[in-house]
């Protein structure tokens, strides 16, 4: 194959695809519920929830539009979020928790890969608490899914 024909998976693909996503969404949410900072903030969630967020990112990193067609959309994510409370603490250990279940879960550690994945989070929870410290938005209920692609240092990662 010339280099012409290759084609530049997606950060979705590079994964492993939405078994990937699940399951670090279900092994990231067992954990949140054991910690004593975040267990308040997700005791009450849906028993969707876990798998609903595994969908969003997957989307965002150029898998299926199943959020966003089935599920929800990136207006009703930001709803859920509106008016939580959530601190620079909360952010914080979530994203702490998603790259240890990262690793434990096997998610690729390449460089090229966990730069796209830790930008992405960090952009991602640093909305969260934005919105979850005003009542209300004034966003477009039909703002498109956000897309993250590999980013500066680009990818696939080529040994
Ligand atoms: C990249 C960052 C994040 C993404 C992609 C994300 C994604 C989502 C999604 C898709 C939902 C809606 C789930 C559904 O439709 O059932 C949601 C809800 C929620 N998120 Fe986030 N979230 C992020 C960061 C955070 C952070 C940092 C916190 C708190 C520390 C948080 C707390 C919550 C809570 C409490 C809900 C409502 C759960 C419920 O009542 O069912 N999120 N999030």
Redesign the pocket.
Known sequence: MTDQNKTIPTLYEWAGGMPAFEELTTAFYTKVLTDEL?EP??K???T??QR??A???AE?FGGPAM?STE??SHF??IQ??LS?H?TEK??Q???AL?LETADEINLPDDPEFRSAFVA??E???R???LN?NIESTEMNPDEPMPKWGWGVPGGPYIP
């Open positions: 975040l903030v997700f009450h969630m849906s969707e929830h609903h967020v969908h969003f990112i965002v959020y599920e929800g009703k994510m859920k979020h939580k959530l909360h952010r250990r979530w994203a998603l992405y989070i952009w991602g929870t909305i969260a608490v979850s």
